[in-house]
């Protein structure tokens, strides 16, 4: 099936670092949507972004819709080990209600 | 207000059989959709259900089917379980309108053996 290309696929970090990932298609999305997955869990919204180049925070996460409209990033700042978990990326595209997910990013914090 | 209700939480099914799993959205949600997640697969979208009416389907087999029932509950089956489709299925409910978020359940994890 059809799914966004996310990187890095997993990162290790120390607590208190920053974390960047990105997500990237190659169609046009109307909607970018971020989501974190803790183990045995369905993943919880974070995030949604519903213009390019908007920009929209939560806490210590940010997200942006890129300009192109093709890709999306994540921002995570002074990381703590909760933060461990798989981060997905989801879009929608127009005339669609349906959306794609990208193959996670897998973050583990070290204390 | 109560999440998404997904039971059972865990299953197991020998291959051949055929299994139903059931979802209930969060009140006043008219769309479900399903995935099913895989280690090697990631989050595939299954179908969507807005309405009673299926509105989106992705690309499985006619194994899989679905369907929404009028207080907005959905149920999805898998007939002749392979050892393949071993995975946790995944449904979430949105009011239905263009660009609304989705929210999950917790899963039902099915092992087929």
């Known amino acids: 099936g059809q799914q966004l290309n996310q990187s890095p696929q997993s990162m290790f970090i120390q607590e208190g670092e920053d974390v960047s990932m990105n997500c990237t298609s190659s169609s046009i999305f109307n909607t970018w949507l971020w989501y974190k997955q803790d183990p045995g869990e369905g993943p919880v919204l974070l995030i949604a972004l519903y213009k390019a180049g908007e920009l929209t925070s939560n806490g210590r996460l940010t997200a942006q819709f890129g300009i192109t409209r093709k890709d999306s990033f994540l921002n995570i700042s002074a990381s703590i080990p909760s933060d461990v978990g798989i981060y997905f990326c989801?879009?929608?595209?127009?005339?669609?209600?349906?959306?794609?997910f990208g193959t996670g990013t897998r973050l583990k914090v070290l204390a | 207000k109560a999440g998404v209700t997904q039971t059972p939480r865990y299953l197991i099914k020998t291959r051949g059989q055929q299994v139903t799993l059931s979802c209930s959205p969060i009140s006043g949600h008219r769309s479900v959709s399903w995935y099913q997640q895989t280690p090697g697969q990631g989050l595939q979208f299954l179908f969507e259900?807005?309405?009673?009416?299926?509105?989106n389907k992705g690309n499985f087999p006619g194994r899989f089917s679905g369907r929404q029932f009028s207080n907005s509950r959905s149920e999805m089956n898998v007939s002749t379980l392979e050892l393949g489709d071993s995975a946790l299925y995944l449904c979430a409910s949105s009011s239905g309108g263009v660009s609304e978020g989705y929210t999950f359940g917790s899963g039902t994890r099915l092992t087929v053996v």
């Open positions: 259900y807005f309405s009673e009416t299926q509105r």
């Open positions: 989801a879009g929608q595209g127009s005339g669609t209600y349906k959306y794609i």
